[in-house]
Every structure is written in structure tokens, then in C-alpha cells.
T-cell receptor, first 114, second 115 residues
Framework: AQSVAQPEDQVNVAEGNPLTVKCTYS??????LFWYVQYPNRGLQFLLK??????LVKGSYGFEAEFNKSQTSFHLKKPSALVSDSALYFC????????????FGKGTRLSVIA | EAQVTQNPRYLITVTGKKLTVTCSQN?????MSWYRQDPGLGLRQIYY???????DKGDVPEGYKVSRKEKRNFPLILESPSPNQTSLYFC??????????????FGPGTRLTVL
């Protein structure tokens, strides 16, 4: 069965500094990987996804993520954090070629401090 | 505006009193899903539907029912709610015959408290 690990419950970063939110996955087969963001009192919003092709994926709001097959990772990054990036971030995985639902990680709360 | 709507947004009820949370999408999506979100556990899928009259269990289906009589609607039914079903519930939808490769659109959430 597929699984996702987000090893950090909380990440704190100063505004203007680069940020990284970590995600590792485990699947039997080739993964589809997603990042979603949840702002307070809102539903989840799509940020970016990796399906195939270039390992570096660019998404909304200046975020990007790098698919690393050897390390089974899909870390979310942004070169310069904004206070408005403070939110709960979820990594999710499904398996290519199979009709298996998305499995979400437990989420990482990002706090960007001014 | 493309959206997924849920009602009610907030609900406080008592153990055993049947309730329904509605979900509707206006994007003509085939796939719809219900999740619950609990602190430290992330999102867990309750049920999903690949199309009208086609539903399947997710990871945590116990105590829930769903139906998909129309493409746009996917209600979540709690026949006899219990306190362990106190949670934040999200409905989501997406298009395509391979929905798990596509972006999911989430509703705003329903916060349910069962006393």
C-alpha cells in the first residue's frame, strides 16, 4: 500500500528566507505526487503535482518541488517565504496505472515570521 | 464560478441523531470523494464515487453511508453519529477517467461535533 510521510509537524521560517517542507513516499510502482495547501478555515487548494517528465515542478504562488526517485522524496520549496504562506501543507501520492485513491500525509504547519 | 459547496458548514448534534451533509459540484466532474481531517492524522478518505451509482469505500468508511444518484451531488450520511465522528469533513471532486492523476477541488469543509 502506498504511504506518505511528512516528518515535520511544524516548520518555522523568517520572512524572506527560503523554505522547505519535506515529504517522502512509499509506493509499489511509479508515483503521482501532489502538494495541497490549507489556509485557516478553508478547504484544500492545489499547489502543484508531479506526473512525469521534468523532476522539478513549478506551481502556484512561487512554490516548486523536486521529485527525487532515489530518495523517494518530493520536498516543497520556495526561495523567499512570505507571511501569507503560513498555512497547513499536505503531500499526497497515488500510483501510476492503478485506480487507487490519493493517500495524504499528516500535514506540516508552516509559520512564516515577519 | 467553479466550486464545490458543502452544507452545513458547522453542525453540533447528539449521539444517535441521523444527519446528512450535502456536497454539490458544478464542474460536471465524474469523481467525488469524502474525507475527514483530524489533528495529527491528516486527511483520511471515507468514501469515493467514480460516477453516478458507483461508490466505493475509502480508508475509514465505518459509520458512514453515501449515495450518488446525480452527477453533481454526493451526500454523506451518518445514520447514528457517535462522538468519535466529531471531525472536519471535506468533499472533493475531480474529472477524468483516471481521477487520481488530476487536481482535486475541495469544498470549504463541515465542522461536525457529536455530543
Amino acid at each position: 500500500a502506498q504511504s506518505v510521510a511528512q516528518p515535520e509537524d511544524q516548520v518555522n521560517v523568517a520572512e524572506g528566507n527560503p523554505l522547505t517542507v519535506k515529504c517522502t513516499y512509499s509506493v509499489s510502482g511509479n508515483p503521482y505526487l501532489f502538494w495541497y495547501v490549507q489556509y485557516p478555515n478553508r478547504g484544500l487548494q492545489f499547489l502543484l503535482k508531479y506526473i512525469t517528465g521534468d523532476n522539478l515542478v513549478k506551481g502556484s504562488y512561487g512554490f516548486e518541488a523536486e521529485f527525487n526517485k532515489s530518495q523517494t522524496s518530493f520536498h516543497l520549496k520556495k526561495p523567499s517565504a512570505l507571511v501569507s504562506d503560513s498555512a497547513l501543507y499536505f503531500c499526497a501520492v497515488s500510483v501510476r496505472g492503478r485506480n487507487t485513491p490519493l493517500v495524504f500525509g499528516k500535514g506540516t504547519r508552516l509559520s512564516v515570521i515577519a | 464560478e467553479a466550486q464545490v459547496t458543502q452544507n452545513p458548514r458547522y453542525l453540533i448534534t447528539v449521539t444517535g441523531k441521523k444527519l446528512t451533509v450535502t456536497c454539490s459540484q458544478n464542474m460536471n466532474h465524474e469523481y467525488m470523494s469524502w474525507y475527514r481531517q483530524d489533528p495529527g492524522l491528516g486527511l483520511r478518505q471515507i468514501y469515493y464515487s467514480m460516477n453516478v451509482e458507483v461508490t466505493d469505500k475509502g480508508d475509514v468508511p465505518e459509520g458512514y453511508k453515501v449515495s450518488r444518484k446525480e452527477k453533481r451531488n454526493f451526500p454523506l450520511i451518518l445514520e447514528s453519529p457517535s462522538p468519535n465522528q466529531t471531525s472536519l469533513y471535506f468533499c472533493a471532486s475531480t474529472s477524468g477517467t483516471l481521477p487520481f492523476t488530476n487536481t482535486q477541488y475541495f469544498g470549504p469543509g463541515t465542522r461536525l461535533t457529536v455530543l
